[in-house]
């Protein structure tokens, strides 16, 4: 019965790959947690933050994708805005402008369970932040991180012990590395990035079974519609060589900066709702639901997250010139 299972979960996955070409694991709620895909984007909650997700994939397909991450990140600031030097020869001090600008640092932990194979990602990323002025600032970033990739499909009922995909075990570990550039103000963002840099392999019988690179660009801005609501979309494009472009076009509409409420849609694939609630100047929750409107609505239904944010020390300048992303 799991293998039949397992072969109809790999016919949905090829369905679901050859529509959209996802080998990150992605959520829908990217918007409040760029980290996951651009590692310029570490030390941007201002503060010491942890950030928690949970998705499941596709439900009422057994062995249907279940993913976990969490994102910690901290933003390292130089308090001394300026120093004191001696001017000529006079004993007298001028105040002489230092370098301010900052360095975010970032830890991913991402674990994607589909079937009997089980993806685990671990990294960590460094960004570089040039202040222009206030809210303006341009990151740069990079990441190292290590895969590891495991099949078991002795936990398979009954497997085909002719066919030799069947037959053995995978375990494999692969080091790859990331970068990425961010450009926000208190109005827009814009970043491109490449989580996965290296093509990796983990088919020990195939070289050309390989995870393909895959670029990310988002986007997004801020309408002040008036002083309780603000409008925000945004856009994700993601573009693998040799794939059609995929892309996700979202609106949100925030209420007294306390309550988020958009839809997004995930072309060819999925149209999603998203819900977040600032709980707290720290504390925030978000949760969404995908409804699938390709070939995989056929086998599976939709798909839920939930996501939490905290940040333990937060800045006073975040608190009373808040950013949206």
């Given at each position: 019965?799991?293998?039949?299972?397992?072969?109809?979960?790999?016919?949905?996955?090829?369905?679901?790959?050859?529509?959209?070409?996802?080998?990150e694991?992605?959520y829908t709620?990217?918007?409040?947690?760029?980290?996951?895909?651009?590692?310029?984007?570490?030390?941007?909650?201002?503060?010491?933050?942890?950030?928690?997700?949970?998705?499941?994939?596709?439900?009422?397909?057994?062995?249907?994708?279940?993913?976990?991450?969490?994102?910690g990140?901290?933003?390292?600031?130089?308090?001394?805005?300026?120093?004191?030097?001696?001017?000529?020869?006079?004993?007298?001090?001028?105040?002489?402008?230092?370098?301010?600008n900052?360095?975010?640092?970032?830890?991913?932990?991402?674990?994607?369970?589909?079937?009997?194979?089980?993806?685990l990602?671990?990294?960590?990323?460094?960004?570089?932040?040039?202040?222009?002025?206030?809210?303006?600032?341009?990151?740069?970033?990079?990441?190292?991180?290590?895969?590891?990739?495991?099949?078991?499909?002795?936990?398979?009922?009954?497997?085909?012990?002719?066919d030799?995909?069947?037959?053995?075990?995978?375990?494999?570990?692969?080091?790859?590395?990331?970068?990425g550039i961010f450009?926000?103000?208190?109005?827009?963002?814009?970043?491109?990035?490449?989580?996965?840099?290296?093509?990796?392999?983990?088919?020990?019988?195939?070289?050309?079974?390989?995870?393909?690179?895959?670029?990310?660009?988002?986007?997004?801005?801020?309408?002040?519609?008036?002083?309780?609501?603000?409008?925000?979309?945004?856009?994700?494009?993601?573009?693998?060589?040799?794939?059609?472009?995929?892309?996700?076009?979202?609106?949100?509409?925030?209420?007294?900066?306390?309550i988020?409420?958009?839809?997004?849609?995930?072309?060819?694939?999925?149209?999603?709702?998203?819900?977040?609630?600032?709980?707290?100047?720290?504390?925030?929750?978000?949760?969404?639901?995908?409804?699938?409107?390709?070939?995989?609505?056929?086998?599976?239904?939709?798909?839920?997250e939930?996501?939490?944010?905290?940040?333990?020390?937060?800045?006073?300048?975040?608190?009373?010139?808040?950013?949206?992303?």
């Amino acid at each position: 019965m799991k293998t039949k299972q397992y072969l109809i979960l790999t016919f949905a996955l090829f369905l679901f790959s050859t529509s959209q070409a996802q080998q990150e694991i992605l959520y829908t709620q990217y918007v409040f947690s760029q980290l996951a895909v651009n590692p310029a984007c570490a030390g941007n909650d201002d503060g010491l933050s942890f950030t928690a997700l949970s998705r499941k994939q596709w439900f009422g397909l057994q062995g249907s994708p279940t993913s976990f991450s969490i994102l910690g990140q901290a933003l390292l600031k130089n308090k001394n805005s300026e120093c004191r030097t001696f001017a000529g020869g006079s004993d007298k001090r001028k105040l002489v402008p230092i370098n301010n600008n900052q360095i975010g640092l970032g830890v991913i932990l991402f674990n994607d369970q589909v079937g009997v194979s089980n993806t685990l990602i671990s990294g960590l990323a460094y960004s570089y932040k040039i202040i222009f002025s206030p809210g303006n600032r341009l990151s740069l970033g990079l990441q190292t991180s290590m895969q590891s990739y495991s099949q078991a499909f002795n936990q398979l009922d009954n497997p085909n012990s002719n066919d030799p995909v069947f037959q053995d075990n995978v375990k494999a570990s692969k080091l790859n590395f990331g970068t990425g550039i961010f450009y926000e103000s208190n109005r827009y963002y814009i970043g491109l990035s490449v989580p996965q840099v290296l093509e990796n392999s983990f088919n020990l019988n195939s070289k050309s079974d390989k995870n393909l690179r895959q670029y990310f660009f988002t986007g997004g801005y801020v309408f002040y519609l008036n002083r309780f609501y603000k409008f925000k979309p945004t856009i994700m494009a993601r573009y693998t060589e040799g794939l059609p472009a995929q892309i996700d076009i979202n609106a949100n509409l925030l209420y007294r900066d306390k309550i988020w409420v958009g839809c997004s849609y995930r072309y060819t694939n999925s149209l999603n709702m998203i819900l977040e609630l600032l709980l707290a100047d720290n504390f925030k929750m978000g949760l969404a639901y995908d409804y699938p409107i390709n070939e995989i609505n056929k086998v599976a239904h939709g798909s839920a997250e939930i996501m939490i944010n905290y940040v333990f020390l937060k800045s006073k300048k975040r608190v009373s010139n808040p950013r949206y992303f």
